[in-house]
Nanobody, 118 residues
Framework: QVQLVESGGGLVQPGGSLRLSCTAD????????MGWYRQAPGKQRELVAV???????NHADSAKGRFTITRDNAKNTVYLQMNSLKPEDTAVYYC????????????WGQGTQVTVSS
């Protein structure tokens, strides 16, 4: 059974930082592109950042310069370092694992809440 378990969310003041972690179990982690998505109340889920199996990265415009996605294949874990957080970053953040060659093997975590508020 595949499990993606996110952690690291919470309440932070504007300008603060958080680091999200997502640990995968039940997949060959190195064969999956990993991504972070977020969904704010009343809005569609949107891409925040992705990192490929080769560790190439792509960040949404809203995340560029503030967020950094990294992965540690030895720990089956992907991270999202979030700095200079803004109230508009408030959302549930989801981890995604997408198999490099099979679109049928696409998995989601349960989400972790990030709230940016003073």
């Amino acid at each position: 059974q595949v499990q993606l378990v996110e952690s690291g969310g919470g309440l932070v003041q504007p300008g603060g930082s958080l680091r999200l972690s997502c640990t995968a179990d039940g997949i060959i982690f190195a064969n999956h592109n990993m991504g972070w998505y977020r969904q704010a109340p009343g809005k569609q889920r949107e891409l925040v950042a992705v990192i490929t199996t080769g560790s190439s990265t792509n960040h949404a415009d809203s995340a560029k310069g503030r967020f950094t996605i990294t992965r540690d294949n030895a720990k089956n874990t992907v991270y999202l370092q979030m700095n200079s957080l803004k109230p508009e970053d408030t959302a549930v953040y989801y981890c995604n694992a997408a198999h490099l060659f099979s679109t049928a093997h696409n998995y989601w975590g349960q989400g972790t809440q990030v709230t940016v508020s003073s």
